[in-house]
């Protein structure tokens, strides 16, 4: 993946900007709230997801602006390709010059791994931060996921619905056999797609934190199915098992999802288990090797992207250099060295000079403008 040129107008608080960035290393600075890590969610936005801030659509626009525009071209290992998107109240695209529907359509045809400050708090934070880590990956990956999540997702909430009003019509309970069929077929999709999604991730992971941290710890991820206090681990990767194990656990709490009024088990309360050692990185884990683990996640992300796909993701590391030693920042240097990367910081340190004098461009970026 390389991208070559990309046009902005009325994003955020960048009014107008056109930039050709370099296929190496892109350096992008300037102070704080000047516009750098729109321009990155400007980039991120042409893989079809939603933003990585977690903002709407009707935020996206420049203040008073009715729309915004953002034009892209790009190489996909495969052909030159352009791509527009639209935002109004909603995200429209085309490829190619032809309208293409909803931007979620983009889906697989720009790939891209973005780094975030938020990404550090990846192994800290709460279980809804690592099922994003993996529903992001997976989505960019395998547009029929993101189809089976979307399903399992109505399912949940009509079910959801359902305890919620069966609270005062007790005769309810008696369909709730059928959406907790459809909950546990899409369910089981969602699982076992995670499932094989973290065997192909446990290599790269592996051999990243090894390096990362000096090789003083081992780390391993597991699939864990929330249940309450404790938790449940899949028997198989295989759907039609994951089901039957799937419809044991909600009869199981049935009554707890009843008392409740919503649905207390499935994937949308799943985890991934992070361990050090065998210990759990969340809960004993220092600082360092917590930031260690996100850092190994992420770039393990990128390598799985290009052995299943054989396409090499652009890489957007949003100000995350500065919080990392030289040690770890030379390390992600070296690893993404051939990889066009567009990264984000207030004052470039002079590891990132030198890698950009050696294969890249420098980009200021003030008051929503390159200067």
């Known amino acids: 993946m390389r991208v070559d040129a990309l046009s902005i107008r009325d994003y955020r608080n960048l009014e107008a900007v056109e930039f050709t960035p370099s296929p190496g290393v892109n350096v992008i600075f300037g102070e704080n709230a000047q516009g750098k890590t729109n321009l990155l969610e400007a980039l991120w936005l042409f893989t079809g997801l939603r933003s990585f801030r977690g903002s709407k659509e009707r935020e996206l626009k420049r203040f008073d602006a009715e729309a915004a525009k953002l034009s892209m071209s790009f190489y996909n290992d495969v052909r030159d390709m352009t791509a527009d998107i639209l935002i109004t109240d909603k995200k429209t695209a085309s490829l190619g010059g032809l309208p293409y529907g909803p931007s979620t359509k983009l889906v697989g045809e720009f790939l891209a791994v973005i780094f975030a400050p938020q990404h550090l708090d990846l192994i800290k934070g709460g279980p809804a931060e690592r099922r994003k880590f993996i529903n992001q990956a997976l989505c960019q990956l395998k547009p029929g996921y993101a189809k089976a999540l979307a399903q399992f997702n109505r399912a949940m909430q009509q079910r959801n619905q359902?305890?919620?009003?069966?609270?005062?019509?007790?005769?309810?309970?008696?369909?709730?056999?059928?959406?907790?069929?459809?909950?546990?077929?899409?369910?089981?999709?969602?699982?076992?797609?995670?499932?094989?999604?973290?065997?192909?991730?446990?290599?790269?992971?592996?051999?990243?934190?090894?390096?990362?941290?000096?090789?003083?710890?081992?780390?391993?991820?597991?699939?864990?199915?929330?249940?309450?206090?404790?938790?449940?681990?899949?028997?198989?990767?295989?759907?039609?098992?994951?089901?039957?194990?799937?419809?044991?656990?909600?009869?199981?709490?049935?009554?707890?999802?009843?008392?409740?009024?919503?649905?207390?088990?499935?994937?949308?309360?799943?985890?991934?288990?992070?361990?050090?050692?065998?210990?759990?990185?969340?809960?004993?884990?220092?600082?360092?090797?917590?930031?260690?683990?996100?850092?190994?996640?992420?770039?393990?992300?990128?390598?799985?992207?290009?052995?299943?796909?054989?396409?090499?993701?652009?890489?957007?590391?949003?100000?995350?250099?500065?919080?990392?030693?030289?040690?770890?920042?030379?390390?992600?240097?070296?690893?993404?060295?051939?990889?066009?990367?567009?990264?984000?910081?207030?004052?470039?340190?002079?590891?990132?000079?030198?890698?950009?004098?050696?294969?890249?461009?420098?980009?200021?970026?003030?008051?929503?403008?390159?200067?």
Request: glycine letters at 8%; charged letters at 25%; proline letters at 2%.
């Open 162 to 371: 359902l305890l919620k009003d069966a609270l005062y019509h007790s005769e309810l309970y008696d369909t709730l056999d059928v959406w907790d069929d459809r909950f546990c077929t899409f369910g089981a999709q969602v699982i076992s797609a995670r499932m094989k999604y973290l065997d192909d991730l446990r290599p790269f992971l592996d051999e990243f934190y090894s390096g990362i941290s000096g090789g003083r710890e081992t780390i391993t991820i597991d699939y864990s199915a929330g249940a309450g206090d404790a938790s449940h681990t899949f028997s198989s990767e295989d759907t039609a098992v994951i089901k039957e194990e799937l419809q044991m656990l909600l009869k199981a709490h049935r009554r707890d999802d009843s008392f409740a009024g919503f649905t207390t088990v499935g994937p949308h309360r799943d985890d991934l288990i992070v361990k050090l050692d065998g210990i759990s990185a969340k809960s004993f884990g220092s600082q360092g090797q917590q930031r260690s683990c996100a850092l190994s996640l992420k770039m393990s992300e990128a390598s799985v992207i290009k052995a299943l796909t054989g396409k090499q993701p652009v890489a957007l590391l949003d100000d995350v250099m500065s919080e990392l030693d030289a040690g770890r920042q030379d390390y992600i240097l070296n690893h993404i060295d051939g990889w066009q990367v567009f990264l984000t910081c207030c004052e470039p340190s002079s590891i990132l000079l030198s890698r950009q004098s050696e294969s890249g461009k420098l980009f200021e970026v003030s008051g929503g403008r390159l200067v």
